[in-house]
Nanobody, 123 residues
Framework: QVQLVESGGGLVQAGGSLRLSCAPS????????MAWYRQAPGKQRELVAV???????TYADNVKGRFTISRDSDKNTVYLQMNSLKSEDTAVYYC?????????????????WGQGTQVTVSS
């Protein structure tokens, strides 16, 4: 079993920055893509950004130009640099590993989720 552990959330003033990190609890052989989602109170979970194993990045329109996703493939770690934060960015942020295969010789690919980390932006 694999757990994704997020860190870096917290309270920040509008206009400030935060950097989220997400690492698995054990080494994973291969991951197709890693992503960050967020869920604000009373709203559905939404995709924030995703980065593929090839390095292709995709962002939600409302974070383009402010957020940057990156990954360290050797460490199976994904980061989310968030700049120019707004009050509407307040949410619980979840890390997601898509199409992860723990072992090279056995097992199917599946998705994993982190527990979430709270980001609160005060205006």
């Amino acid at each position: 079993q694999v757990q994704l552990v997020e860190s870096g959330g917290g309270l920040v003033q509008a206009g400030g920055s935060l950097r989220l990190s997400c690492a698995p609890s054990r080494r994973i052989f291969s991951i197709n893509a890693m992503a960050w989602y967020r869920q604000a109170p009373g709203k559905q979970r939404e995709l924030v950004a995703v980065i593929t194993s090839g390095g292709t990045e995709t962002y939600a329109d409302n974070v383009k130009g402010r957020f940057t996703i990156s990954r360290d493939s050797d460490k199976n770690t994904v980061y989310l640099q968030m700049n120019s934060l707004k009050s509407e960015d307040t949410a619980v942020y979840y890390c997601n590993a898509q199409g992860a295969k723990i072992y090279s010789f056995i097992g199917d690919r599946r998705d994993y989720w982190g527990q979430g980390t709270q980001v609160t932006v005060s205006s």
